[in-house]
């Protein structure tokens, strides 16, 4: 079910977003936000109760455009590989567009020790790999892939190639 973002809102994340691109999660405070958008602390919190409801609703974002991202990849095609490939190209292709945020993000999200912030994550995860057990069991029904194919090991694979590719993405300085 798609999050209601107002507005103001909108502009937060969005100025949330490109801190963390411009200058690392770290330097993401509820101060630096409000500089952003040349805003009072006081005129921030009237959307938000603090940071991590912005982290929060950013990953809800992310999950939405993520998923729809994919959805949309995989909709455009027929067989259970091409939409795997297709999949990944659109995955890649997201994180180019949004410098790698929604990597930042949830890798970030990790150190931060916050249970409620990582089960979102997990919950975003799991949707996705869901989505690709979906595509891999269309294609064991096909005869196309192996009936004796593991799919939580496939679906842990394929996400794994996408993350491993961002990482390497990431590191080369986005020239990679």
Known sequence: MPVTIT??????????????IDHGMEKL???????????????LYRH?????????????????????AIDNAAANTYGPLEKLENIFRSHLSYVEKRKGVSFIVINNTLSMKD?????KVFRLVQKYMDRIKTILEEGMVQGIFRRDLDLEASCTTFFGIVQCSVTLWGLSDYKY
């Open 7 to 20: 507005l103001g809102q909108r502009k937060i994340i969005d100025a949330a977003r490109r801190i963390i």
């Open 29 to 43: 405070t509820v101060r630096e936000i409000a500089n952003h958008l040349e805003l009072t602390d006081g005129a």
């Open 115 to 119: 249970g409620d912030l990582q089960n």
């Open 48 to 68: 938000f109760s603090g940071k991590k409801e912005i982290i929060s609703l950013l990953i809800d974002d992310i999950e939405e455009s993520l998923l729809s």
